[in-house]
């Protein structure tokens, strides 16, 4: 396994698969990379705390960072390199600034009113670090998990959108990784403390109870109670479409359930589909 940090070494690597990451790499992450190896390798792990995805008021600097740990991890699951750049190699100076520009949002980044009103510079910085990681790496696949949800909607809409840019990628999404308890894997959930982790379980039991009801409304109400008997304060708790992620009246199309909720000042989201 090699960790590269150059652009120029990425060569030896290009039309593989790609897991993109931040880092503080748990089961969730792993199990990625264990799907891109199943699609073909070479299997390229890109660790970076991307500065423009997270808005002055988030957790930007505490973001868990542990990049030798993360190395053997990443080896241990298939990795044939980490790509660990540096903050100027994604982000060249003034001069080549175009190189990173952030490409024109599809409207499931700026619509829906989930990430993208809760977090309004969110998508721009995803999409431009992205964008950005595809050119440098040229993968033929690229995984990103249904955790965030709206962040692999978004990007399978970017790619669809500049089919010219990345011609021969596909962007395969994977399954979220759960504790036996139900909470699925996050880096931030090491910020919970022991109440809080209980408390934490009321988004994966909402959206379980939600899959019964029989209506987007219904799904919606009882994703609420459920939710406030957990102590949680809610920001969003709603079923949508489920590639627009737009509001629906019914279940006529594949719609997906989808939570934002805090556990003191820690923000988690989930989702699972109707
Ligand atoms: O999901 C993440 O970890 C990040 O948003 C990503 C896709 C690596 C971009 O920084």
């Known amino acids: 396994m090699q960790v590269v940090r150059t652009i120029d ?5 290009y039309g593989g698969s790609f897991v993109p990451t931040m880092g503080a790499l748990h089961e969730g992450h792993l199990s990625l990379i264990r799907q891109a190896k199943d ?20 957790d930007f600097s505490r973001y868990p960072r542990q990049l030798d740990e993360d190395i053997a991890l990443a080896e ?23 190189q990173a520009s952030v490409p024109n949002l599809p ?15 969110h998508f721009a910085g995803v999409c431009q670090v992205v964008a950005r990681l595809f050119d440098l790496v040229n993968p033929h696949q690229a995984i990103f998990g249904e955790k965030d949800y709206q ?27 759960r ?13 919970l403390d022991p109440q809080q982790r209980k408390d ?16 987007p409304g219904d799904a919606e109400a009882t994703m609420h109670s459920i939710l406030q008997d957990h102590h949680l304060e809610v920001e969003y708790a709603v079923v949508r479409d489920a590639k627009t992620l737009l509001p629906i009246e019914n279940y006529s199309q594949p719609a997906r359930a ?16 109707m």
């Open 258 to 273: 989808l939570i934002a909720a805090r556990v003191g000042t820690v923000r988690l989201i989930d989702n699972m589909p």
């Open 200 to 215: 934490a379980l009321g988004l994966s039991s909402a959206l379980l109870n939600a899959q019964s009801a029989l209506s």
């Open 39 to 58: 699609l073909g390798s070479p299997v390229v792990v890109s660790i970076f705390v991307n500065p423009t995805q997270f808005s002055p008021d988030e």
């Open 107 to 121: 409207s499931v980044a700026t619509e829906p009113g989930l990430e993208d009103a809760k977090r309004p510079t």
């Open 151 to 177: 962040q692999l909607s978004v990007i399978r809409a970017m790619v669809e959108q500049e089919d010219d840019r990345w011609p021969n990628l596909t962007i395969v999404p994977g399954p979220t990784v």
């Open 76 to 98: 241990g699951a298939g990795a044939e390199a980490i790509f660990a750049p540096e903050v100027d190699t994604i982000y060249p100076p003034p001069t080549h600034q175009e």
């Open 179 to 191: 504790e036996p308890d139900g909470l699925a894997m996050s880096s931030r959930n090491v910020y």
């Open 9 to 13: 070494e990425l060569a030896d690597f």
